[in-house]
């Protein structure tokens, strides 16, 4: 009876402490661990094994050989990194699988070109997993700029940025990083124009001196990226793949045609060009055993028909060979990126500050055969030379071109015609007055530049003005060929230069596009003293010796009964030196302008050599 009663005791306090708050036992869930694909690698820990939840558990993936770990994934549960070989898994409340994903590896190859313009992350070659998204960046070096990814498998989510994912194939791929330098110089060869493919197809061309629609006809010239050596200045090649052939163009309609004075700079300095086209069409082309080239625009050519004369010497060295002692000579071509239409292909233009110069140097003695391909078809050229290099140059400012002017002392009728006028200096009222000077269109030859008449129509009657108001002073500064500097003080306006048809003699239509001129007095002008050769419709000046300059002229917006005439070419400015010698070959001219269809200009000696001018500054003085 005792016995049992000590027995119902212990049951009770067992009952008791079974019951008591916080002894409830610990519940445990099975943590199994898997593998995709099976044989793809091994973790830690491996199996199953029973954790408590909240429980954080070390795992880590080895990838067997020939695969790589791509990630870890679970139906519950959290990672610390599910990216990461080596990671925690905390657990959950629940029976779960880890499984750790393997993918096939292949070799991920990243590579430069051209070699040494910039590196890759990563670099060298990585194995990587098929389906992989890669995170890649490119940076560009000295010089150079990032221009596009490329492979021949696999796929970008950005191919034109410099930091994307790539997503890796089921196969070795190598990726590349393309990066574009600098333009190049380049040695310009002919084309034998006998065996050259003629291509016979209509292209749009739009570049910054219009729209025009063109035939593109047979290979002129090609030209090859080149090492140059002037003086100390070393440059080098930095796109070896950067070829254009030149092909000549037939414009569509002749009107197309139109001249331009154009500024530049380059290593030979500053330069003031006239150019007329365009007349050949530079395209990106590819040359055999060569890479296609890259990030290279297409070309519009201008014949120059006025520029300076080089006379320097420079060293060559292309991928024809070394062309020692060059001598380059003067402009031959200008070249503007141009947009292209061929069909429904459309190239914009890739770099709108890219300009070229293509200079005439002395003859090289190379006869070679190129294969070469480009939008136009796989092409064999007869190439011999070299006769020119292609200099990159930068466009400092471009207007539709102006003619020099032959100025006469003329008499006439005065008009007497209130008239309001506005130019950069301000707004003016005045009357117009006397004519004081005719200016003739004129063919120019100074030292060894020759300046053609552009627009045998353009011409000029020069009347005084009575201002109503107060005049003004102001220091300008100008550049054109008689001097890249010129500071000028100027005072005025005094007279108003007036687009004219002349009448007599000769058979001239009116003048189209061009401006009025308000011209300024030059009070401190310093003497030019140059020899110039003047031929215009009145006959020849073998002789002339140009001295100081008299005058300034801005282009001029004019209001009077007849209306209001806007300014067209705001770019181009007048100069008026006066000149020592000549005579007058034709006494009596009739004109026609706004003040008059039919008026009689008695003249005389000539008075001014007017140039074409570009205004560097201006600032109000007093």
């Not at 001219?589 to 007017?610: H, K, S």
């Amino acid at each position: 009876m005792v016995r049992k009663l000590l027995l119902l005791v212990v049951a009770a306090i067992v009952i008791t402490a079974m019951v008591v708050p916080g002894c409830t036992p610990t519940t445990r869930y099975n943590l199994t661990m898997a593998v995709n694909p099976a044989g793809g690698g091994t973790t830690t820990p491996t199996g199953t094994t029973a954790y408590a939840s909240g429980t954080v558990v070390n795992i880590e993936a080895v990838a067997a050989t020939g695969y790589v770990f791509l990630n870890w994934s679970a139906g519950a549960g959290t990672f610390g990194d599910a990216n990461a070989a080596t990671t925690t898994f905390t657990m959950p409340a629940q029976d779960v699988t880890v499984t750790a994903n393997f993918a096939l590896a292949f070799d991920l190859t990243m590579v430069v070109s051209p070699p040494g313009a910039g590196t890759t992350t990563p670099t060298g070659t990585t194995p990587q997993g098929a389906g992989t998204g890669v995170n890649i960046q490119a940076t560009p070096g000295a010089s150079y700029q990032f221009a596009y990814w490329s492979a021949p498998a696999g796929s970008f989510a950005d191919a034109s940025a410099a930091t994307t994912v790539f997503t890796m194939p089921a196969e070795d791929v190598t990726v590349t990083a393309h990066f574009v330098g600098p333009l190049d110089h380049g040695t310009v060869y002919f084309v034998d124009d006998v065996t050259a493919p003629v291509i016979d197809e209509l292209v749009t061309l739009e570049d910054q001196f219009g729209v025009v629609n063109a035939w593109v006809l047979d290979a002129a010239a090609f030209l090859n990226p080149t090492e140059k050596v002037h003086g100390e200045v070393d440059t080098p090649i930095y796109n070896p793949d950067h070829h254009l052939t030149v092909y000549y163009i037939d414009l569509e309609f002749e009107e197309d045609y139109k001249t331009w004075n154009v500024e530049v700079e380059n290593q030979f300095g500053l330069q003031h060009l006239t150019v007329e086209g365009p007349i050949a069409l530079a395209v990106p082309t590819q040359k055999e055993d060569h890479e296609p080239p890259v990030h290279l625009d297409h070309y519009l050519l201008y014949w120059v028909t006025e520029g300076p004369y080089i006379d320097e010497y420079v060293y060559l060295q292309d991928q024809f060979g070394d062309h020692p002692e060059v001598l380059v000579y003067e402009p031959m071509f200008f070249a503007n990126p141009v947009k292209k239409t061929h069909g429904d292909i459309v190239t914009e233009i890739l770099n709108p500050d890219d300009h070229a110069v293509i200079y005439e140097t002395s003859w090289g003695e190379l006869e070679k055969q190129v294969h070469v391909a480009n939008q136009f078809g796989e092409q064999t050229l007869d190439v011999y030379g070299p006769f020119g290099l292609a200099v990159p140059s930068q466009k400092l400012n471009f207007a539709p071109a102006v003619d020099h002017f032959k100025t006469y002392w003329t008499i006439g009728l005065p008009v007497g015609a209130e008239v309001t006028l506005e130019d950069q200096f301000g707004t003016f009222e005045a009357v117009v007055n006397t004519p004081l000077w005719f200016c003739n269109p004129a063919e120019k030859w100074h030292a060894d530049m020759w300046s053609p008449i552009l627009h045998p129509d353009y011409h000029l009657t020069v009347y005084s003005i009575d201002l109503i108001g107060d005049p003004g002073t102001w220091a300008v500064g100008i550049n054109n060929q008689f001097g890249e500097d010129q500071n000028l003080t100027v005072f005025g306006p005094v007279a108003l230069a007036v687009p004219t048809h002349k009448l007599f003699p000769g058979e001239h239509e009116p003048p189209v596009d061009l401006d009025h001129y308000l011209l300024y007095e030059v009070t401190d002008g310093v003497p030019v003293d140059a020899w110039v050769e003047l031929y215009d419709e009145f006959g020849p000046e073998p002789e002339l010796l140009v001295t100081v300059p008299a005058y300034f002229a801005n282009p001029v917006k004019k209001t009077h009964a007849t209306g209001t005439t806007e300014i067209v070419n705001d770019l181009m400015h007048l100069m008026f030196y006066q000149i020592v010698g000549g005579t007058v070959w034709v006494p009596e001219v009739y004109i026609a302008n706004q003040f008059g269809d039919e008026q009689l200009l008695m003249l005389f000696d000539p008075a001014f050599l007017t140039v074409p001018s570009w205004k560097l500054y201006f600032d109000p003085m007093g």
